[in-house]
């Protein structure tokens, strides 16, 4: 990412002290609000129909029929609507991105083969036209993932560090929720290009190819050598290599972006050589190998449902059905957007559509609404924050008048951390002015 010298200062600060057990508490007080009489959809407990919903000092304080409202508390009548925790983007780049087409509004990569202490936090832009939008459609948080650069004409490998973020805040700060959330990997193409018009021959594709699996291995042989190092006071600052050091302890998460069968292979292979737990980020081919990740325990952020086959010989459905196969080999796996970030950042409206599709193609509806609630926090660590609608949980979450995957419901009401959130967006600003215009 293109940061200038103080985000710098702050990215480097962010790498020293934030860890995957950092988890910003609620940053704005809000008074107790009673949801009254709603279906509440608690995903992990079942559908509770006419049930109150309590929220205090940013969290769920109760469940149940009849509650009383606390001195002071707002009651809010939901009767006939539905309650859902708020969906999760767990491979978004909002924020970082507004119009793809405008270069000086984008702001996904940083430079460079190496670059796992670039953290996306510091780049966030809260003011982005499209995090309201997202939350109109149910979309409270997102993990904002850093993007491959161009390295000599090549992909970066190391991208940086992804961060947690809740969708409303003044600044980068206050939209935080876990700022340090994986390093990412991109893993190389192994693909061997035989078009004559390519100015490389299969060889130096090979040796290319070599190369740089190779540095992913040196890399790491190189932060834990730097490890060992530092412990015995004998060594200078490597930013770099200290921003792999949570991962070698386990405290932060490894995050491999890998879409071909023979790409997620490599990267299983990898992983058990070098004993390290890794989330696989893409996913394309994933389904092809589903056994093999289930018995590595291998989670899947799955880019997108809205994708056309990857191969002329494939199915027409083999993005739409690729949940339900991951689902049935017992794969723990969420739906995310696009095709591994290659999607308009203002397309994360359409995340419950991307989960609504694959029920369709054999996924049953409460896994549809898993793979963009629970499962999703499962992966990137904040089950115990978000996910579902639990005593003690983050009171992140939405009221809708339908089901919340259909394109038909709208979202009414939505709550971060217990405060009510502003639906107003771009859009429906705009719908309100050329209403008036065509005097209706």
């Given at each position: 990412m293109k940061i200038r010298s103080a985000l710098l200062l702050a990215a480097l600060a962010l790498g020293h002290a934030a860890t995957a057990s950092t988890i910003i508490p609620a940053q704005r007080p809000a008074a107790p609000v009673l949801l009254r009489g709603g279906t509440v959809h608690t995903v992990s407990g079942g559908v509770l129909p006419q049930t109150d919903l309590l929220m205090v000092d940013g969290r769920i304080a109760a469940l149940g029929a009849g509650l009383t409202a606390p001195a002071g508390a707002e009651v809010v009548d939901v009767a006939g609507r539905h309650v859902y925790p708020g969906f999760i983007s767990a491979n978004s780049q909002l924020g970082l991105a507004e119009v793809l087409s405008v270069r000086a509004t984008v702001d996904t990569a940083e430079l460079g083969a190496v670059n796992p202490n670039a953290h996306t936090l510091v780049a966030v832009n809260p003011d982005s036209e499209l995090i309201p939008v997202a939350r109109l459609n149910g979309v409270l948080t997102a993990n904002i993932t850093p993007l491959a650069a161009s390295d000599a004409g090549r992909p970066a490998i190391f991208a940086g560090t992804s961060a947690t973020v809740r969708l409303d805040g003044w600044t980068w700060e206050d939209m935080a929720l876990r700022p340090a959330t994986a390093v990412h990997i991109y893993w190389p193409s192994l693909d061997i290009s035989r078009n004559p018009r390519n100015p490389r021959s299969p060889d130096e594709q090979r040796r290319d190819i070599a190369e740089r699996v190779k540095l992913i291995r040196d890399t790491f042989a190189a932060a834990r050598a730097y490890a060992g190092a530092k412990s015995a006071g004998r060594t200078d600052t490597d930013l770099r290599l200290e921003a792999l050091l949570p991962v070698l302890r386990g405290e932060r998460k490894l995050f491999v972006h890998a879409n071909a069968l023979n790409q997620i292979n490599a990267a299983l292979d990898w992983a058990r050589e070098e004993k390290l737990p890794?989330?696989?980020?893409?996913?394309?081919?994933?389904?092809?190998?589903?056994?093999?990740?289930?018995?590595?325990?291998?989670?899947?952020?799955?880019?997108?449902?809205?994708?056309?086959?990857?191969?002329?010989?494939?199915?027409?459905?083999?993005?739409?059905?690729?949940?339900?196969?991951?689902?049935?080999?017992?794969?723990?796996?969420?739906?995310?957007?696009?095709?591994?970030?290659?999607?308009?950042?203002?397309?994360?409206?359409?995340?419950?559509?991307?989960?609504?599709?694959?029920?369709?193609?054999g996924l049953p509806a409460d896994e549809a609404l898993k793979a963009v609630t629970l499962y999703p926090a499962q992966l990137l660590g904040l089950e115990a924050e978000l996910g579902s609608l639990e005593v003690g949980k983050r009171a992140t979450l939405i009221v809708t008048d339908g089901d919340a995957l259909e394109v038909t419901s709208n979202v009414q009401q939505a709550y971060i951390d217990g405060a009510r959130l502003d639906l107003r967006s771009r859009q429906t600003d705009l719908h309100e002015k050329y209403k008036r215009r065509l005097g209706q």
């Open positions: 890794i989330t696989l980020v893409g996913g394309r081919d994933a389904w092809r190998v589903a056994d093999r990740l289930r018995e590595a325990g291998v989670g899947v952020i799955l880019a997108g449902t809205f994708n056309l086959p990857p191969r002329r010989d494939d199915a027409y459905d083999t993005a739409y059905a690729a949940p339900a196969k991951l689902h049935a080999a017992g794969v723990k796996f969420c739906v995310a957007m696009g095709t591994d970030g290659a999607s308009e950042p203002g397309n994360e409206r359409n995340l419950p559509y991307e989960a609504a599709l694959a029920i369709g193609y």
